[in-house]
């Protein structure tokens, strides 16, 4: 059989294991509302203080519960049932949403309320992402688990499209916040039940007593693990500085002169392009020179920001977007597949939430960073320095990390 038919068949075989599709059911409803909610919470938030800064403090609530969380939920995910702890993240979510909806309806223009509710979300979402992670190996055979990161991708990418799109129509057909966070309470509640509905046969949480020593595992073992630590550091550093979704209302409403509805395709952009990176990933997967391509792509991601950031053309600036998202794919599918083929079952949520850490870091501190540099500088000098700071990233982590810049397979 040609080799390429076999990837073929290997990428849909995954699409038929049950506790696979209700899994990835749930995670479409949940993503989904969390983007649904993310744009109106920009939207509110900005159209109250007119404050680039202030959309900076909405990744920074979300961010710091996980920092100081993570070694919690991370051993969390390792000891209690996961199904359970899922299917209680998204019970949470749904409550974040009706206290969003709650402060909307009140009429209060107290921002500090928001805030205090993105808390809530971040310390939701500390226990929902290593979770999430660590349970999808346990849902599939391992011989096709590289076929379903790629679905799973491919799904989240979906997600990210359609929910800030949704989001920002609703927000402009309703005038305003309060059916949008309707919708992503309801969204966050079918995540549940669709978790409900999955049935785990691999694998069992861990019994290990709780010391210091097994809590601290997940740090050890990527500090072990020289690529892996090379790989989720790139990705936290280059995002970090190169984010620029945090600033997307000030560019929707100030330089590209649009609505809600621009911000929702603005916010979508990069997640076309992430999934159109997926789905050929899932096709035609990385078999050689994984490191150097990951390397390339992060530069790639810099290059693009600067474009975007440079761009007063709403269509350029959605292509740059795009782009940016398609580059970027490669280092999150590289980055998944390292951590979930080498770690052991039993110490997936500790390392998973490790790994969460820097993710949110890039992406939540990184909208902080955005935010205070578009306060200092302006929002165009914010983002173009930013992407230029990614470039140079990469360069130095080529050097610095040899182990990464010479890996070739991830999966043997």
Known sequence: MPASTTVASGGRAVLAVPAFRNYEIARF??????????VAVGWQVYDITKRPLALGFTGLAQFVPGVLLFLVSGHAADRIDRRRLLTGCYGGFAICSA???????SGTRQVNLIYAVLILVGVVRSFNMPVSRAILPQLVPMEIFTSAVAWHSIIFQSATILGPAVGGVIYAAFRGPSAVYTAAMASA???????LRIRMTQGASSREPISWSTVLAGLRYIGREKVILGSISLDLVAVLLGGAVALLPVYAR?????GPWGLGILRSASSIGAAGMAILLAYRPLRRRSGVTMLWCVAGFGLFTVIFGLSRNFALS?????????TDMVSVVIRATLVQVKTPNEMRGRVNAVDMVFI???????????????????????VILGGIGAIVVTALWAWWFPDLRNADRLVE
């Open 254 to 258: 100030e330089i590209l002169r649009t």
């Open 99 to 105: 206290l969003l909806l709650g402060i909307s309806v």
């Open 29 to 38: 409803f949940s993503v989904i509302a969390l983007e649904m909610q993310s």
């Open 189 to 195: 509640m079918l995540a549940g039940i669709a978790t």
């Open 360 to 382: 949110g870091a890039s992406n939540q501190l990184g909208e902080f960073e955005s935010g205070a540099t578009a306060q200092w500088f302006g929002a165009v000098p914010a």
């Open 318 to 326: 959605v292509v740059s977007l795009i782009l940016v998202g398609a």
